[in-house]
């Protein structure tokens, strides 16, 4: 485990061109977001004096009349959205199965499905752990999106069972009659964090068991995606040790990362230099998260590598754009 | 203490009511002399309050079942200037008796699932079995009446007739027994686990006015109002759980069956509250100051808030000192402070020398929980506990300045209090150190009453009030026009009006134009108009700067500057002009007018102008337009903003994006 996981980083380090592709990614969706919002800021604040102090530092009293009025993105902007905070609300709400602003939902969506798309040159690159270039990057996310898209609708049935309907079971109608008559609130805080990591579990296999199916379908060549789901939980329950271990040391990479932001996060600023080093931290654990998940990826290739017969085996033929069958393979 | 229980085995075999005319007996005897630190009955000084509704009560609790049963002797004084040809009573614990009651309909209007998954055994109920007035048994006589509305289902107010009018000046002697069931908590009230707030739960007279019974149904939105009176309470649960209990407590007995039981005992308070656990750690310490009584307090907390136990104490001395200084001396000599249980829902509720504070496992400094709910609910001794007004009319009588008091106070210590948001299930708290919470806005709580500020006109009786937003008005709005009112007239003149209106009804029930009397006054002028505004009228405040201009004319900038006012309600402004040089001009504005037009002339353009520059009027709903700047920032500091927005988001589109 220990040798794949390394491996996962060196594959992750080495191709750094892959990380800033996905920042980028991130960028694409977040950066016409967040001038919609600038917008609705700026409107609002006008030429209002309040301005100075928002400016300055935090207009409490502004951010509450502004999301007051405020309508879709408008209502996402609150004071969670400061410093460590912002990373807090979105594990909570993510955890506690909070529902977002429509809008919200819309973005993720969208970035969701580049996600989709660029998975299969990801895993591509680093099968292969050689450069790939652009045009091999695309052409294997051009083969395997189609693919990952009928995935997507496994994974789709499969987090709808788990959130649509064993969370609320779990959270909404187990946990409340598990504390009905606890008067104590950390025995109670107890029983949450309990059934948490349950569920935490439940997400956590699933997610790997996705991962190894596109690991596989990359790897292997695979069509059918319910079959590479099927060898992918057939791997992990042959590597049970191995893959838990990996899931294990990847999590605490991310708990790192969250960690380390907590020190770091910028709280309110100003404006001017102070406001682009804010962002500048910002931008650094974000590409940190997305390393993260890139290690995962990665580490899980390699390990599925270190199980065939020889290691850094892909089946497929590298696709040469235009002219090659699996080119022509993606029309 | 075997002897005493020997002599308690024949107590308790003797018939309930002699039980409670001994009682009764024995504090008449005992008078003054049982009350901690007052001096025997020759020596004592003069009543308080006039004590026209006394109650000498044993109860019982079997926390097996949840029941109590109890017997109580009235001693009640007619002081009004009409004979009373019935008695009217509350009995709120039927309130939850089942869904069909005045309060839980109303209650339906404010959304909750609360009450979904209750059981059978998580409801309440309320049983008279026995009434007699005078000693004539009046238990056939007692009906149910509504005179709220016209649900017949509502059985929150018993009337019973007499057979002779009780006419003014004269005293009856009421003799009541009842069984009563616990239920799982509502507002404040209840059981869960081996924790047991019991408020409300004894059958409790209404207050005869010359206008007749003041005896509302209980509703969802308001609280309580009846007479004062003296108070003497035996109480018996299981052996040694600690008991707290409005009053102090006088006698304690062990008995051979292994309860043990409590008596209390406290003069001119309206109310009796008590709360027993076995999972009570105790507490005590005093309060001191140079020119106000002493205080011993007692707290009484969950053990997983043992290291909060001075927080407790620090917030009530803040209380009892600025709320002494301020507006006069807290004298009973003794306060009781409930930490209650987690899930009890008994947190932040006031009853006479006992309160509810309520705080949580994890609570950051320089976070005011639990100091906040503290200093509120110690401060409630001051108003309702003392200036006792009808909280079913006029709620915001003592919610309202309450409210506005507890912002003061918590400014004079809590300074700075910021925010903490709670997160995973609420559980888990994060403190924005950036984030300070001002007293003007949060303390009086603008946000609340800017969401819901056309709700309902406050001079409605509180009891119809919106359900879901009465609180706004009740609290949030009544803070924001005291604090405008104190901002307007000066702290001095406003600090007059508080400690005035406190002396003059201290152990008395004002109504609303009492305050208003007391306001104009010791101010000195006719603030009518200002009342007919924030007390008589629903409408909003909101004034603005609709256009400022600075434009070059000869030699000569024209500067020209339009102010309006875009709300309904009137309020005198300052408009204030500050020009590039540094010059500045406050233009007064009666405020009537839809908009009013300043022109001025100088050799300099403006740089901005200002409606409100002070912030006087803390109701105004809308501040950001009350000012313009010719040199706007607004572009930056969305910048700012949507760059802190974006990592946010980005974070959440990762969070999701682990899915994948």
Known sequence: ?331 | MHAVSETLGGWYTMPRMRRALLLTAAAVLSGAAIVSGQPGRSGAPAPLSPRNASYTITARLDPATRTITGAETITWRNITTVAAAELQFHLYWNAWKDNRSTFMRERALAPSDGDRRRTADDWARIDVTAIKVGGDDRTAAKRFITPDDDNADDQTVMAVPLAQPIAPGMTATIEVEWRAHVPRPFARTGAIGDFFFIVQWFPKLGVLQDEGWNCHQFHASTEFFSDFGVYDVSLTVPGKWPLGATGVEIKRFENTDGTTTYRYYQEDVHDFAWTTSPNYLERTARFEHPRLPPVEMRLLLQPEHAAQAERHFDATRTTLRYYGEWFGAYPYGHITIIDPAYQSGAGGMEYPTLFTAGTRWIAPRGVTTPEGVTVHEAGHQFWYGMVANNEFEDAWMDEGLNTYSTARAIAQVYDPNVLALRYFGGFVPWVFRDVVLSRETEGNRLPGYRRDAESDTPSTPSFRYFPATGGSITYDKTALWLNTLERWLGWPVMQRIMSTHFERWKFRHPKPNDFFDVATEVAGRDLGPFFDQVYRSSNVFDYGVQDLKSERDGGQYRTTLAVRRYGEAIFPVDVAVTFSNGEHVTEHWDGTDRWKLYTYDRPFPALSAQVDPDRVLLLDVTYTNNSKTLEPKGGSAATKWSLKWMVWLQDCLLSWAALV
Request: charged letters at 15%; a positive charge.
């Open chain 1, 1 to 331: 485990m220990t040798s794949a996981w390394r491996d996962g980083i060196r594959r992750v380090n080495g191709a750094p061109a892959l990380l800033l592709g996905v920042w980028a990614l991130t960028l694409l969706v977040s950066v016409p977001m967040a001038a919609a919002m600038r917008g609705m800021l700026a409107q609002h604040l006008g030429a209002s004096l309040a301005a100075d102090t928002a400016a300055s530092g935090v207009n409490y009293d502004w951010m509450q009349e502004f999301s007051d009025q405020a309508a879709g993105l408008g209502v996402t902007f609150r004071p969670t959205i400061l410093g460590f905070g912002a990373v807090l609300d979105n594990l909570s709400a993510f955890i506690d199965n909070t529902m977002r602003p429509v809008v919200i939902v819309a973005a993720a969506t969208v970035y969701i499905v580049l996600w989709i798309f660029v998975a299969g040159g990801i895993i591509d690159r680093y099968a292969r752990d050689r450069p790939t270039r652009t045009v091999g990057f695309f052409a294997s996310s051009g083969v395997f999106f189609f693919r990952f898209l009928r995935l997507a609708a496994v994974q789709w049935i499969v987090y709808a069972l788990l959130f649509g309907w064993l969370h609320p079971l779990v959270f909404d109608r187990l946990y409340p009659e598990m504390v009905r008559e606890v008067p104590v609130e950390r025995t109670a805080f107890a029983i949450r964090a309990a059934l948490y990591l349950v569920f935490g579990l439940l997400v956590a296999a699933c997610t790997s068991v996705f991962d190894y199916a596109k690991v596989r379908a990359v790897v292997e060549d695979r069509r059918s995606m319910l079959s590479a789901t099927a060898q992918a939980i057939g791997f992990i329950r042959r590597n049970l040790r191995e893959a838990a271990a990996l899931f294990l040391a990847n999590f605490a990479l991310f708990a790192a990362v969250v960690a380390l932001y907590a020190f770091a996060a910028p709280g309110a600023g100003q404006t001017g230099a102070s406001m682009w080093l804010g962002f500048a931290i910002g931008q650094i654990y974000v590409i940190a998260r997305l390393w993260v998940k890139l290690v995962f990826w990665a580490s899980e290739t390699a390990l599925f590598q270190s199980r065939l017969a020889h290691a850094g085996y892909v089946n497929r033929p590298e696709p040469l754009w235009p002219e090659s069958p699996e080119a022509e393979a993606i029309s």
